[in-house]
Structures are given as C-alpha cells and as structure tokens.
C-alpha cells in the first residue's frame, strides 16, 4: 500500500506569516547564533529524538537577508495573521479535490528539533479533510487531509561543530495533500503523482520549477508496518524508490522469519563491552581513523542468536548489518563492523577471537558487533542498535527514511512519538462559512483535460505539445510571448519544450536561461533582427559561455542578418564548388546542398528564403 | 494587537490597531478617511490598510545595515 503526500510551494507575494518575499536574495548580509534546547512540550512529555538532538548542542547560525526576512523569521516578533492570498489558494485547491473544508481553521505547532525552524516549531494548519483526486478512466483516488503550513529554512552545511541554515525560505507557505494508500503498481502511482501535479498547476496559483513540489510517501507491504520516505524531488525517483522499498520490506520480513525459524527461546539479553584495548593496534585503518581521535572509544555487542543473521541477504543489498549501519549514521557513527563479515577490513582472526572471549560467545549461534567512535555517542548507539534488534522479528520496523537521488532509500529517524503538537496561541482561529467558499469557486480550476484543450484551441497547438508545454515550467513564459510578439505559437512552444530538452540532453543546464532573455530573443525575431533557425543557437552559446544577455550572444556568433548581396555570392560559392554533385544528381542535389549552405550561413537566414534562391539558381546552372 | 488576550479584548471594545503609525499621521489620515468613506465602518478598513508606508509591513532584523547600508 502506498500513500502519497505532497508539499507544494504556492505563488504567493508574502510568505504565511509575515510580509517578506521568498525570492530575490543572493548574500545574506546579517548571521547569528542560536542553541536549540528541547523542553516538555505543553502538553507534557519529551520526544525521544529530541533528547538526542539536545545532547549533540550544536551551534545553528541563521543567515539572513532583509528582503527575505524579518524579526518574525528571527523568532524577534510574533507571526502575523496567516496570508489571505494563501489562505484562499489553500482553500481553492480544498475545493478542487472536493475535500470537505473545516469550520474554524486552527494553526498548530508541530515540534522541530533539527534548527530548521528558528521557534523550534513549524506552523501548520488543517484546511479540510475527504474528498477524491479524478484520475483518467473516472477512478478516484480519495483525499486524507489538506494543510497549510510553512516551510523549514533551508540547510547550507552541516559539520559537526555548527549547522547554517539561510532564512530566505523559512516561511513559505506549502499546501500538504495527503492521499488514502492505495494499492497499485509503481508505475500506477507515478500517475498519481503525474496528475495530482497537474491539477495544482492547472488552478494558476502555485509555484512551479525544481524543488516547489516535494513527494512523500508511506509504504507498506502485507504483513508489515507503514514506513515514511521523505524528499522524492522528482518523479523519475518515484518508481525506483517505491520498487527498492518494497523490496527492502519484503526482505526484512525474510529476515524475520528466518530468525524465528532459528530461535526457540528468545532472549532480549544483549551483552556490551568495552573493546578499545582489543582494537587499539589493529592493522584495520577504519578502527584506527576512530582511534585516532581524542576521547573515542570501540564497544562490542554480542546479538544471541544472530550469527549469519546479519549477513543475510534475501535481496540484492538487504542485509539487517545495512539497516544498523544506518542507524548509527543518524548517531554521527561511521558505520559498524559485524561478526558475519569478519575477519575483514584489515579486523585479524586473533582480534575477532579476543573479542569472542571478552563477550562470553562459545561455540553457539551468537553473533557480535562493533561500533566505534565518540565516547558519548556511542553508548546512545548501543542502545540504538539494542533497540533495533528487539524488533528484528517484527520484520518491518516503522521509521521515517530518506529517498536518495538514486532512488534508494536510507534510515533518517525513528517514527515521532505524538507528542509533537500543540495550538499556535499568537494566531487567532478563522472562521470558514459558506460565503467564504461560494466567493472562490469561480477560481477552481476546471479539470487537467479541459485546461488542455483550451490551451490547444486557443493556441492551435497539437495535444502532445499543449501537454509539454504544460508540464514544462516555461508556461507563463509561452502566454507573455505569445500575446507580446506575432511569433507562431507552435515556433515558441516547440522552441521552448523540444529545443530545452535537447540542450539538456547534451549536458547543459536549460534552468539556468531566465524567461526574460528567452522572451528577449523572441522578440528580436519579431522584429526581424535574426532568424528563426538562430533560436537555438543563441540558447546554446548562452548556457556554453556562461552570458545572459542576448546581444551578447548574437555579437559572439556574429549572427548579423544576411545582406541579399551576400546571400546570393554565398549560394554561388556552393553550385560552383559542388558541380560534380549537381552534374550527377540534377535536382536531387538540392538536399546536399540546401545542408552545405545551410551551415555555412549558421543560421543568419530564415531556411525557406535559401531554399527559393538555391532552387532558382540551381534550375538555371541546369538549364 | 490580536496576539495576546488583552490586545483581542481591546479590538472587541472597538478599538482599531494602528500597529506603529505615529499618532501625527493617525490623526491626518483619520481626518481624511473619514471624508472619503461611505461610513465609519469603510472608514476603519481604510485606517488599517498601509497606504504611503505610514504602516511597516516588515520589522527588518537588523535597523542600522538597512538605514545605513553597515553596521
């Protein structure tokens, strides 16, 4: 079963709770340092990770820019009322997906510990709960819930002294849609996403480009628990992830049945003991990278029953050792060495025998592990990974994990307690009646197929193209353009989806052209300044010689207009130089040569005006 | 003023939040507002709209960089 939840940026001027913008900042010009510390929360009782957090005390530095933040930003002032424009593209996208929208919406606090929120909290707020998503074919894919909150600041390094984070996007406003788990193959559920997407696009009210649109999902397989993966940036990410998943599920499921098989008695007696003095001049540079710092030190825990557990692997890269190493990441922990894989990794047979003896470990099924590091985090991973393997016959543990770019998934953190939340009291409650609602149904968008068609009637685009155009992020670029300059619609939308994605392939960065200095070119081709075929060239040179000025571009590839005078000298040249060709083809050659003169001219002629010259002249050196 | 208790009584009595307009300009601009709206109650809304910045609509962090363009 698989649930989907996605965070979407929306297009509004202010941030959620404050009058700064999101955008436009480079530099910050102001840093300062906070300490996080976690309390009880109102509610009483503390979060698990949090306690861990606070034990690392790490310095957080804010980076901060006046056009993108305030003192609201800085935790200085309180959050002003949530923003209208928001609130009602909150509630539009509510009544796109015929959810059912709650009378009073109340802003809550929901506990953060990692610093990406200067108040320790994220606002967030339930707009409505039910409805469906319409998907092709008339299904429905029903909706849990929808909230409105705000985005954490954004992480710019992490080392293990200080954390920075830029306030430029702590504040942004994110609609969440949570949808009911389905059950459906990954290439159903990328449709999901494909067209909940769309549907967001179509109300004209979000954001679009790389990363405003983050998928989450919960996966769980039968038999097991539900497990959260974060941060799918994009959608090709999806089915991989959603297939590396389930699988890793169905493995540790494996796992648990094997280790039941083995275990009759079930003991939760995990031995662990000091074993520096073992290590201390072992020939592994692992261990002696560990010990080489000041205050480290390397524990051994002995897991009952668990040899050949460890490495066992039902699937290609799903081992429980993986999953341990993991968890002792989120630590700060290298990773961890076991019994299953030793003697290795420069770890001698005396070594593994010495620890053996010092752990009590006869000749019996018992298998061992090594962990090694800062003395005051590791025995917070002992007990981590003492945790860990009481659960191993549960099979799958529910956790919270992190899609990775290549669509793998890794452990970020245990699953939250519940204790996260609590009312926003600087935030007054809104009322929502009907009136409200009635004065926004006009904004919602009408269904993904007819805004299609609309687009395809209105710009005579073919529906491959109006799709593409769509999808793509240039679409309000495609509308300026289009009312602003006599260019064909199908030139510009072709220009702008076809053409940008074959820069991509050939490596370069399209993202990096701003819709101003595409607009531009448009424009100059309007007004007959260059050709069409020097669109994109001019593209490419843009994003090859790093300049975003356009001119700047024409003058490197002296892409002047050609004069008659010359245009004609030029076709000469290439009858008189391909004569052999002419004589052995008549006019067949017209091709060839059309292509020879073609990139000679490099795009400083529109293709049907040589074309005419180049077939006169041909007919005449014929004739 | 919607922030704490006291502050929401005080909006319930009647009160219009003015947030950091200065009492000069609340005077003007009550003056003209009340000339220009149908009734007391446009009057208001028009007291707490920010028309020629007499309202911040932001506190910056750092006064003296903004002003100053340093610290």
């Keep these: 079963m698989i649930g989907l939840e996605i965070h979407q940026q929306l297009a509004s001027q202010n941030k959620l709770f404050c009058n700064c913008s999101n955008k436009g900042a480079d530099q910050s010009t102001l840093i300062f340092n906070r300490k996080l510390r976690p309390v009880h929360s109102e509610l009483g009782g503390y979060d698990p990770a949090a306690i861990f957090e606070a034990t690392k005390t790490k310095s957080i530095r804010y980076h901060s820019h006046p056009s993108t933040s305030c003192l609201v930003e800085a935790d200085e002032e309180p959050p002003h009322s949530v923003d209208k424009e928001s609130l009602e593209t909150a509630l539009i996208l509510a009544l796109a997906l015929h959810s059912n929208v709650v009378d009073e919406i109340h802003v809550m606090r929901k506990i953060v510990i990692d610093g990406s929120n200067t108040t320790g909290f994220q606002r967030t707020m339930l707009i409505s709960t039910g409805g469906y998503l319409e998907m092709e074919g008339n299904q429905k894919v029903g909706v849990q819930s929808i909230c409105l909150e705000e985005d954490a600041a954004r992480l710019l390094s992490d080392d293990n002294i200080a954390r920075d984070y830029s306030l430029d996007r702590l504040g942004t406003p994110l609609v969440e849609v949570a949808l009911e788990p389905i059950s459906g193959t990954p290439q159903e559920m990328l449709q999901v996403a494909v067209t909940l997407g769309r549907l967001l696009r179509a109300s004209k009210r979000v954001e679009r480009g790389i990363g405003t649109i983050r998928q989450d999902i919960n996966v769980s397989v039968n038999g097991g628990s539900v497990v959260e993966i974060k941060g799918i940036q994009q959608l090709d990410q999806l089915i991989k992830v959603i297939e590396f998943e389930t699988t890793r599920q169905l493995g540790m499921i494996q796992i648990a049945a094997e280790l039941t098989k083995r275990r009759t008695a079930y003991t939760s007696e995990f031995t662990v003991k000091d074993a520096t003095d073992i290590l201390r001049r072992s020939p592994s540079k692992g261990v002696a990278r560990i010990l080489e710092t000041e205050n480290t030190q390397i524990m051994a825990i002995r897991a009952e029953g668990f040899d050949g557990i460890l490495g066992y692997e039902p699937y290609d890269g799903v081992r429980l050792g993986r999953q341990l190493a993991e968890i002792v990441r989120f630590y700060g922990l290298g990773g961890i060495f076991h019994s299953d894989e030793l003697p290795n990794y420069g770890i001698t047979e005396s070594e593994v025998t010495a620890v053996k003896e010092r752990l009590n470990i006869g000749s019996g099924r018992d298998a061992f592990i090594l962990i090694g590091g800062d003395r005051d985090r590791v025995q917070f991973a002992a007990d981590a990974i003492i945790q860990r393997l009481n659960k191993v016959t549960q099979g799958v543990v529910p956790e919270t994990r992190a899609a990775t770019l290549d669509g793998k998934t890794i452990f970020i953190r245990p699953r939250p307690g519940s204790s996260r939340m609590y009312p926003e009291t600087d935030v007054l409650p809104i009322k929502i009646d009907d009136l409200i609602l009635d004065s926004l149904r006009g904004s919602v968008p009408k269904s993904f197929d007819s805004y299609i068609k609309d687009i395809m009637q209105k710009y005579h685009l073919n529906r491959k193209l109006a799709l593409e155009i769509f999808d793509s992020d240039r679409l309000k670029l495609f509308e300026d353009t289009v009312k602003s300059t006599k260019v064909q619609p199908t030139f510009i939308a072709s220009k702008l989806t076809e053409d940008l994605t074959s820069l991509r392939r050939k490596g370069l960065n399209p993202d990096r052209l701003s819709d101003k200095s595409i607009k531009m070119a448009f424009q100059l081709l309007d007004g007959g300044d260059i050709a069409k075929e020097s669109i994109p060239l001019i593209l490419e040179t843009m994003l090859t010689k790093d300049i975003n000025e356009v001119k700047e571009a024409i003058q490197i590839l002296g892409l002047k207009q050609v004069s008659e005078c010359e245009l004609n000298e030029i076709i000469d040249k290439v009858i008189a130089d391909n004569m052999v060709l002419i004589r052995q083809k008549g006019r067949d050659s017209l091709g060839t040569l059309m292509g020879r003169t073609m990139s000679l001219l490099r795009g400083r002629v529109d293709g049907k005006k040589v074309n005419s010259i180049l077939e006169n002249k041909l007919k005449q050196s014929l004739s | ?71």
């Design chain 2, 1 to 71: 003023m919607k922030v704490y208790d006291t502050g929401r009584d005080l909006i319930e009595l009647g009160v219009i939040p003015l947030e950091d307009m200065i009492s000069e300009a609340a005077v003007v601009k009550a003056m003209w507002a009340m000339a220009n709206a149908r009734d007391n109650i446009e009057a208001a809304k028009i007291m707490e709209r920010n028309i020629a910045n007499e309202i911040s609509l932001k506190s910056p962090i750092n006064r003296r960089l903004l002003y100053y363009g340093k610290d």
